[in-house]
Every structure is written in C-alpha cells, then in structure tokens.
T-cell receptor
Framework: QQPVQSPQAVILREGEDAVINCSSSKALYSVHWYRQKHGEAPVFLMILLKGGEQKGHEKISASFNEKKQQSSLYLTASQLSYSGTYFCGTSSGAGSYQLTFGKGTKLSVIP | KAGVTQTPRYLIKTRGQQVTLSCSPISGHRSVSWYQQTPGQGLQFLFEYFSETQRNKGNFPGRFSGRQFSNSRSEMNVSTLELGDSALYLC???????????????FGPGTRLTVL
C-alpha cells in the first residue's frame, strides 16, 4: 500500500517552519525522504531505519515513530530553495529493495 | 563522479508500438530501480535489478519488462504501448548491498514518454 502524505500542499514564507507527515498501514523497516524540484530528478534527503538509525543531510531533521508507522520531516527556517515536492518512500523489511512512495507534498516558499 | 544517465530523454510513440529505455547507473552501483511517475499516481515502483537479477517487481502488467547487463546498465521495455503509459520514467541507482533499504537512491533525469 502507498503511504499517505500530509499535507498535500503547503505555502510558507521564508523563515517559517513546516512539518510533512508520512503514514503507512504496513509495518515499516525504513523511510526515505526525497525532494523533487519541477523538471528535475528527485534528490535524496534522509533515510530513517527502524531502531533509530538514520542518515542524511545535516540541515534536515526527521523522526520515525515505529509504533504508529509514521515519519515526519521537519523543515525549519525555510529558504526559497526548499520549494519543491517532497516524497516519502517506505520499505517493509531489511531484505526489501522496493520503495513504495507517497503521492508527495508540494511545498512553496515565498519571500 | 558522473551521475545516473538515461536515454533518450524524450520519446514519442503511437499506441501498439514498443519502446526501450536505457539507464546507466553511477559507477560502482550495482542496483538499478525503475519508476513510473505520473501526476495522478506519483512515483510507482516498476522493478529493481541487482547483478543482472530482478529482485523485486511492482504491480505492473507483463508488458513492462527489464533487464540488467554485467556492467550494471539497465534497460526497460514496454510492449504494446497504451495511452496510459505516457509518463516520466525514472531510474535510480544505489549500492544495493545487504540492508538494501538503507541505501539511498540516486535518480536519473528521466525519460519523458508520450504515447499518441
């Protein structure tokens, strides 16, 4: 099943914060976050693993609630460059090489 | 390090034709995944290859197939094209080693396929 992202879209002014959520009905092993700008390929932001391990960009923070099968991406002090569509991709096991992506959250940062 | 390359970048075909798309992963990456991206469905997983073997397959009809060569380059084929196959096809490469879901994926620029 495709994870559900919320909100579907959000508009921020520079400097404001935002939270993007990703929920799954299946038990999750890992959650990946990617950002895609219009006309460009998705770019890796962060991976969170069941058990607490994570890797990604220093300026991006995220959480993974294993009990609720939810992940949240925190964007603080937003900049114009943060604009784009954010996707979460989930996998159900360490041996799974398949990522199932949500439909995305469109983030627009305005001056 | 060169990124993921995909060819061609744009393609126009008519219904019933077939098409082959190519993806060259980052040097040293042995896993290639393919995705279909449409405005309505977002990114949908097609299949993943590692060392010339398909390890995972998404819920797409058999018209969609792929393969991987010994140099890790991958091709995707769609036969008997339908209007609904119009989409951006993205490939992504990763190390693909054990704990595969812990490897970040690096996406190529995509092939924009239009079926008339």
């Amino acid at each position: 099943q495709q994870p559900v992202q919320s909100p579907q879209a959000v508009i921020l002014r520079e400097g404001e914060d935002a939270v993007i959520n990703c929920s799954s009905s299946k038990a999750l092993y890992s959650v990946h976050w990617y950002r895609q700008k219009h006309g460009e390929a998705p770019v890796f932001l962060m991976i969170l693993l069941k058990g607490g391990e994570q890797k990604g960009h220093e300026k991006i923070s995220a959480s993974f609630n294993e009990k609720k099968q939810q992940s949240s991406l925190y964007l603080t002090a937003s900049q114009l460059s943060y604009s784009g569509t954010y996707f979460c991709g989930t996998s159900s096991g360490a041996g799974s090489y398949q990522l199932t992506f949500g439909k995305g959250t469109k983030l627009s940062v305005i001056p | 390090k060169a990124g993921v390359t995909q060819t061609p970048r744009y393609l126009i075909k008519t219904r019933g034709q077939q098409v082959t798309l190519s993806c060259s992963p980052i040097s040293g990456h042995r896993s290639v995944s393919w995705y279909q991206q449409t405005p309505g469905q977002g990114l949908q997983f097609l299949f993943e290859y590692f060392s010339e073997t398909q390890r995972n397959k998404g819920n797409f009809p058999g018209r969609f197939s792929g393969r991987q060569f010994s140099n890790s380059r991958s091709e995707m084929n769609v036969s008997t094209l339908e209007l609904g196959d119009s989409a951006l096809y993205l490939c992504a490469s990763s190390l693909g080693t054990s704990g595969g879901s812990y490897n970040e994926q690096f996406f190529g620029p995509g092939t924009r396929l239009t079926v008339l």
